[in-house]
């Protein structure tokens, strides 16, 4: 896949499979913002891939996924810091069997938020060059 000069957007980007997401972006030439809801997390990834990748190339935004204002507003952010938007990536996702109504929230409800959100942003009618929405799920999910 052809992504050096696209912006892209990894929910969940700071650990795990999302932050790995973002350094594989990054090593292509894209630029990408990570949203994480732990901001001490998403700090400490941003730092470290400062050091690796041109500093302006990474963008932290602390967001829940599943408050929908926070994430509408992610977005926004996304597209006033660097001027389109070109790859969605939804990644973020918990495994709590005690709080389901969250785990569903999460791994569910703001996928297809994200996925919404990414179609309305990267539309050609709404002013986008369209692009792609990447949808990722655990064993657990």
């Given at each position: 896949m052809h992504v050096n000069g696209k912006v892209a957007l990894v929910t969940g980007g700071a650990q795990g499979i999302g932050r790995a997401f973002v350094q594989a972006l990054l090593g292509k030439g894209a630029?990408?913002?990570l949203l994480d809801r732990?901001?001490?997390a998403g700090q400490e990834s941003k730092a470290a891939l400062d050091?690796?990748?041109e500093a302006q190339r990474t963008l932290f935004i602390q967001c829940d996924v599943t408050d929908q204002e926070q994430l509408k507003g992610a977005f926004k952010k996304v597209i006033e810091h660097f001027g389109r938007l070109d790859i969605v990536v939804n990644n973020?996702?918990?495994n709590n069997e005690k709080?389901?109504?969250s785990t569903i929230q999460t791994n569910l409800t703001s996928v297809i938020r994200g996925t919404y959100l990414g179609l309305e942003y990267m539309r050609k009618g709404n002013g986008g060059?369209?692009?792609v929405i990447i949808n990722i799920s655990?064993?657990?999910?």
């Open positions: 630029k990408v913002a732990n901001s001490e050091q690796q990748f973020a996702g918990v709080d389901w109504e060059d369209g692009g655990s064993l657990a999910g």
